[in-house]
């Protein structure tokens, strides 16, 4: 049982455009969520997170929009730009779990065309 | 200077063979991970150990063991190597009072039974 879902296994924009990526969960005891962002070979590297006290939070280009009652966040990229393209993991973590037991999902491969 | 690192990048092995794949972080982290990423690209935790101490054992068939000889390092062995076991394994770590639960990961081992 899947408790955070990526139900876009792909998306495609032209650089400059906005890019919008989405995560579902089911889990209510999920308290913080990030997302990952990943280059084929290599490990994934943190991005950018959100705290469930918060509906917002905003770092350069990247944006992350939590809806807790639809239990649902998104990555939004403004402008893209073609070094974006990459695979991008939605994580999340419940409210009183010690050392870092993230839940991901199972990606978003994004390309950014010239 | 790589702050997480695993060793080999990839393991080509027959089935029943015993394996071990290694991580070192030179990030001073106190807490590390191994995570699998099956063929449905999900990210899943296997262990997790704070200062050598095994803290996370999610449902892993006991062929899988890790070991920690100090908290730079965690290892992980794997006996009679089963098909199901291709994947690629993450080595992870993370500390207390970093951005909550911002993980580094390492680059990967790419494990392919026959």
């Known amino acids: 049982d899947q408790q955070v879902k990526q139900n876009s296994p792909s998306l495609s924009v032209q650089e400059g455009r906005i890019s919008i990526l989405n995560c579902d969960y089911t889990n209510s005891m999920f308290d913080y969520f990030l997302w990952y962002k990943k280059y084929p070979a290599e490990g994934p590297t943190f991005l950018i997170s959100i705290s469930s006290i918060k509906d917002k939070n905003e770092d350069g280009r990247f944006t992350v929009f939590l809806n807790k009652s639809a239990k649902h966040l998104s990555l939004h990229i403004v402008p893209s730009q073609p070094g974006d393209s990459a695979v991008y993991f939605c994580?999340?973590?419940?409210?009183?779990?010690?050392?870092?037991?993230?839940?991901f999902g199972q990606g978003t491969i994004l390309t950014v065309h010239p | 200077d790589t702050a997480v690192s695993q060793t080999p990048k990839y393991l080509v092995t027959q089935m029943g063979n015993d394996k071990s794949i290694k991580c070192e972080q030179n990030l001073g982290h106190d807490t590390m991970y191994w995570y699998k990423q099956d063929s449905k690209k999900f990210l899943k935790i296997m262990f997790s150990?704070?200062?050598?101490?095994?803290?996370i054992n999610e449902t892993v068939p006991n062929r899988f063991s890790p070991k920690s000889p100090d908290k730079a390092h965690l290892n992980l062995h794997i006996n009679s190597l089963e098909l199901g076991d291709s994947a690629v394994y993450f080595c992870?770590?993370?500390?207390?009072?970093?951005?909550?639960?911002?993980?580094?990961f390492g680059p990967g081992t790419r494990l392919l039974v026959l």
């Open positions: 994580a999340a973590i419940a409210g009183g779990t010690s050392y870092g037991k993230l839940t």
């Open positions: 992870a770590s993370s500390q207390p009072g970093l951005p909550r639960e911002t993980q580094y």
């Open positions: 150990y704070n200062n050598k101490e095994l803290i």
